[in-house]
Structures are given as C-alpha cells and as structure tokens.
C-alpha cells in the first residue's frame, strides 16, 4: 500500500541552523507530493508542494525536491528562525484521481532562539 | 467565516457512550475528509467522501465508527460505544473537486474536534 515515513520525530536545532527533514514514501503510482505545516491549536495547512518528479516546492525559505529516483521528498532550509516552530508532515497523493492525502507521522521542529 | 468548521471543539464523554462530530466544510468544495490525530501520532486517513460518489471508506478503524455527508454538504461522524483508545483529535477537510484545474491537491482543513474518553 501507498505510505509516508518521516524518521526524525523531533528536531532542536538552533536559530540561524540549516535544517533537513527527511521523507521517503512508497507506492506503486504517481503521486503528487506534499508538506504540510501544523500551529499550535490549528488544524494543518498546505506549505509546498511538487505535482511531478524533478518539481521543486519552495515556501517561505524551505524547499523540497521531488526525486522519484530515491522516493523521496526531504524538506530543507538553509538558515531557520523561530518562528519556523511547528509540526511538518509530508504526504503523498497517490494519483490525479483521488484527493485523499496520506501522511507521515510527523516532525517537530523545535527552533532554540 | 470561509474556512472548514468543526464542532464541538472539545468533548469529554464516558465509555461506552455515542458521540457525533460534526463538519461544515467550505462552501463549494465537493470533497470532504476525516482524519484522527492521536497524541504523538501522525494523520490517520478515516474516510473521504467526493461528491455523489461512494465514500471511501478504507480508513475507519472499526465498525463503531462511520460516517454521513448530507446534501453535499455538512458531514457528521459518529462513534459508537466510545472507548479510550478513541480519545484523539478528529480534523476534517475540503478540498475541490481531484482532477479540476486549477487544482493543486491543496486540502484545507479545520481545528478539529478534541475527544477524551473517561
């Protein structure tokens, strides 16, 4: 079956850091690829996102190549802040005719100021 | 509000009790989805609804849980004879039609719904 695996569940690097979270996912299709962010208290929202092999998203400083070579979607940046604190979860849409998402388990990312 | 409305926001109940979640999603969007987010857990897919089509139903965990989307629209869960392990936070989510351009894949979801079972 079609999955996500995150395999940090949490990160604590400092502010000023560079950052990689990594996500590799698994399915038989071609699937659409996806970060989404999670405040405290808020449901989950779209960060990047990349449609095709070789796309890359990029939002806000963070960007994530979509390889299908290696199956992976590893979220980066170069230089995180404060701010940045909150719970990322990669996710795949496993074709163009489904809207159903799935997801991996999650990292938090922790920024110390 | 334009968003995804989710209530209640909190609910404690005991076990063995039924309970009903309840989701508006955003007006015009035909596809809706539940997800449960346990504590440390990541989404846990439960069941997606597109337009007039049959549900996908895939993710509930057991039969005590299910689901209806009336007109279209507001969706309600339901989970019956409640346990602990139930105790989750329940999201719920729009997005347009799969397939219509200029669609991204982009789901929008609400605050969910925070359920303990005593």
């Known amino acids: 079956g079609d999955s996500v695996v995150q395999t940090e569940g949490q990160v604590l690097p400092s502010e000023g850091d560079s950052l990689i979270v990594n996500c590799s996912y698994e399915t038989t299709q071609y699937p659409s690829l996806f970060w989404y962010v999670q405040y405290p208290g808020e449901g989950p929202q779209l960060h990047l996102k990349?449609?095709?092999?070789?796309d890359k998203g990029r939002n806000k400083g963070f960007e994530a190549m979509y390889r299908k070579e290696t199956t992976s979607f590893h979220l980066e940046k170069d230089s995180v802040q404060e701010s940045d604190s909150a719970v990322y979860f990669c996710a795949l849409r496993p074709s163009s005719n489904t809207g159903k998402l799935i997801f991996g388990q999650g990292t938090t990312l922790q920024v110390k100021p | 509000g334009a968003g995804v409305s989710q209530s209640p926001s909190n609910k404690v109940t005991e076990k063995g009790k039924d309970v009903e979640l309840r989701c508006d999603p955003i007006?015009?969007?035909?596809?809706l989805y539940w997800y449960r987010q346990s504590l440390g857990q990541g989404l846990e897919f439960l069941i997606y609804?597109?337009?007039?089509?049959?549900?996908?139903k895939s993710g509930l965990p057991s039969d005590r849980f299910s689901a209806e989307r009336t007109g279209g629209s507001v969706s309600t869960l339901t989970i019956q004879r409640t346990q602990q392990e139930d105790s989750a936070v329940y999201l719920c989510?729009?997005?347009?039609?799969?397939?219509?351009?200029?669609?991204?894949?982009?789901?929008?979801f609400g605050e969910g719904s925070r359920l303990t079972v005593l």
């Open positions: 990349a449609m095709k092999a070789n």
């Open positions: 007006s015009g969007h035909t596809a």
């Open positions: 609804f597109q337009g007039n089509s049959a549900p996908d």
């Open positions: 989510a729009s997005s347009e039609r799969p397939g219509n351009l200029p669609n991204t894949g982009e789901l929008f």
